[in-house]
């Protein structure tokens, strides 16, 4: 079993960036497949970038690809979310979550293990 805190979150300007991390302790992050969600309010949670547990690939959502990036390093058991050119649209509690290896990154029911939430709010 892993457990999972995210840190980083924060207010921002409209066009500014955020780095998030997820701190994993109890097991290696290396046993994971990774990724990140969001949930604002009044809308369902949705998954924003996933990784590979090798780092070897990446999946974003239309809507923050070329903006977000998604990394690892598995010696220090974190895994990051590099937000760029923030958008109001941005506003949501993100987390980290955990999946099986070779599950599918894309769809939140794969995720057995989640952190708590970090809150990014990004100002017009």
């Known amino acids: 079993q892993v457990q999972l805190v995210e840190s980083g979150g924060g207010l921002v300007q409209a066009g500014g960036s955020l780095r998030l991390s997820c701190a994993a302790s109890g097991r290696t992050l290396s046993s994971y497949d990774m990724g990140w969600f969001r949930q604002a309010p009044g809308k369902e949670r949705e998954v924003v970038a996933a990784i590979r547990w090798s780092g070897s690939s990446q999946y974003y959502t239309d809507s923050v690809a070329g903006r977000f990036t998604i990394s690892r390093d598995n010696a220090k058991n974190t895994v990051y979310l590099q937000m760029n050119s923030l958008k109001p649209k941005d506003t949501a509690v993100y987390y980290c979550?955990?999946?099986?290896?070779?599950?599918?990154?894309?769809?939140?029911?794969?995720?057995?293990?989640w952190g708590q939430g970090t809150q990014v709010t990004v100002s017009s």
């Open positions: 979550a955990a999946s099986r290896i070779g599950a599918n990154v894309k769809i939140e029911t794969s995720y057995n293990y």
